[in-house]
C-alpha cells in the first residue's frame, strides 16, 4: 500500500463557529477544517491521506459532481476538464458549474481527455477527481496532489457493482471533505427515491434487456456484463440482462451475438452529440433490423453517466428506464 499525504498549506482559525440546525454556513453540520483530521481513505488500493479537508479541486471526470453537490462541496472545485452535459443536473448544479472555469473538453478518437499536467499543476489543486491517461496517480504524487477516482473505473477493477457502491461513495467523499451528516442525509434520500422507484418497476414482467455502446456511424458495438452498473440497474428496473453471463465490466459484440439472444429491450449508452445517430449506430448494422427490440421499437437511447460508473446519476437513469417501458410489455 501507498500512502499519499496532503499538506495544509493554509492556516487553521482557532475559533470554530457552530451554525445551528438552520444555518447554512458552508461548513454547516461538520467540524471546522482540520477538526476529525488526518483523514485516510482507501481508493484504487491506494491509501490517500488528507491532513484538511480539500480546498482547491480539480474536476478531470464529471462522474462526482452529484457527490460534490449532494454534500454541498461544489464550491470547493477551481477548475474542470472534460464533458458536462446539462441533461445530467439539476438547475442549481448548472449554476455550480457555469461559474467553474473549463480548461479543455477535447478529447481523442476513443474519448479519452487530452489536457497537459502543467495545465492541470497551474491551479495548485489539493486534489484532483479523475484519473486520464497523460494524469496517473503516480504522475500527480509525485508533486504531493493527491488523485480519487471512482472505484468502479479504477484500472484493473471487475468487483460487480450494486447500488450500494453508491452510498459508500457518498459517504467517502463526506468523509474527505468533513461533510459526513450531509453524506449520512443524502444517503437516506436516495435510498427512499430507490423505494418509491422500484414500487413502479414490473419484475414479474420477465423481460429481457441489453445495454450496449454503439459506435456512431457503424463499427465496433460494445455490450455490459455483470461487472458494470448496467447489470443491477437493469434488475432494479425489473429486467433480465441477457448478458448476465459475462462477468466483466464491458466487451465487444457482434450484430449475430446480439441475435441469439435477442433481448427485449435495448439501451443504447452514449457520451455526446445527437441520440438519433448513436441509434442509427446499431439499428443501421447489417442484421440488426431483425433484432426483436428494434423490430418493436423497444430502443432508448441514455447519456453515459446516467448508468456508468455507480453514482447517483445512476439512480436519476433508473427512473427514466422504467418510466421509459413501464407499462409497454
Same mark, same amino acid.
Given at each position: ?6 499538506? #495544509? ?10 451554525? +445551528? ?20 481513505? +482507501? ?27 449532494? %454534500? ?27 461559474? %467553474?472555469?473549463? !480548461?479543455?473538453?477535447? +478529447? ?6 487530452? %489536457? ?9 489543486? =489539493? !486534489? ?5 491517461? @497523460? ?6 504524487? $509525485? &508533486? =504531493?496532489?493527491? !488523485? ?26 463526506? /468523509?474527505?471533505?468533513?461533510?459526513? $451528516? ?8 436516495? /435510498?427512499?427515491?430507490?423505494? /418509491? %422507484? ?36 437493469? $434488475?432494479?428496473?425489473?429486467?433480465? @440482462? &441477457? ?9 465487444? &459484440?457482434? #450484430? ?5 439472444? =435477442?433481448?427485449? #429491450? ?23 433490423? /431483425?433484432?426483436?427490440?428494434?423490430? @418493436? ?7 453515459? @453517466?446516467?448508468?456508468?460508473?455507480? +453514482? ?5 437513469? !433508473? ?9 409497454? $410489455?
Amino acid at each position: 500500500m501507498k500512502s499519499l499525504r496532503l499538506a #495544509v498549506t493554509a492556516a487553521i482559525s482557532s475559533t470554530v463557529l457552530l451554525t +445551528t440546525a438552520c444555518g447554512g454556513g458552508p461548513d454547516a453540520g461538520s467540524a471546522a477544517t482540520g477538526q476529525g483530521y488526518p483523514v485516510t481513505v +482507501t481508493n484504487c488500493g491506494t491509501e490517500v491521506t488528507f491532513d484538511a479537508a480539500p480546498k482547491r479541486v480539480v474536476l478531470l471526470k464529471s462522474a462526482a459532481v452529484p457527490y460534490l453537490h449532494a %454534500i454541498g462541496v461544489m464550491d470547493r472545485v477551481t477548475a474542470r476538464a472534460g464533458q458536462y452535459p446539462m441533461e445530467y443536473y439539476d438547475e442549481a448544479t448548472r449554476a455550480e458549474l457555469d461559474r %467553474i472555469p473549463l !480548461l479543455t473538453d477535447k +478529447t481523442d478518437t476513443s474519448g479519452h481527455l487530452q %489536457i497537459s499536467k502543467e495545465v492541470v499543476i497551474s491551479h495548485q489543486p =489539493d !486534489l484532483v477527481l479523475g484519473q486520464v491517461d @497523460n494524469l496517473s496517480r503516480d504522475t500527480l504524487s $509525485a &508533486v =504531493d496532489i493527491p !488523485l480519487l477516482e471512482e472505484p468502479a473505473m479504477c484500472p484493473g477493477s471487475t468487483a460487480a457493482a450494486t447500488f450500494d457502491d453508491i452510498y459508500a461513495q457518498l459517504q467517502t467523499y463526506g /468523509k474527505v471533505f468533513g461533510r459526513t $451528516a450531509e453524506a449520512t442525509t443524502a444517503v437516506t434520500a436516495l /435510498k427512499e427515491r430507490m423505494t /418509491k %422507484i422500484q414500487a413502479e418497476a414490473d419484475p414479474s414482467s420477465g423481460r429481457t434487456a441489453a445495454v450496449l455502446y454503439p459506435t456512431v456511424g457503424g463499427g465496433t458495438t460494445y455490450a455490459y456484463g455483470t461487472a458494470s452498473m448496467a447489470h443491477p440497474q437493469l $434488475a432494479a428496473a425489473g429486467f433480465r @440482462n &441477457v448478458f448476465g453471463d459475462v462477468q466483466k465490466r464491458v466487451f465487444e &459484440v457482434t #450484430v449475430e451475438e446480439l441475435l441469439g439472444r =435477442d433481448p427485449d #429491450v435495448l439501451i443504447l449508452l452514449y457520451t455526446d452529440g445527437d441520440p438519433k445517430a448513436v441509434e442509427q449506430g446499431l439499428t443501421g448494422l447489417p442484421g440488426a433490423e /431483425k433484432l426483436k427490440a428494434v423490430g @418493436n421499437g423497444d430502443i432508448m437511447t441514455q447519456l453515459f @453517466n446516467f448508468t456508468e460508473p455507480p +453514482t447517483p446519476l445512476s439512480i436519476d437513469g !433508473l427512473e427514466r428506464i422504467v418510466q421509459r417501458f413501464k407499462g409497454s $410489455a
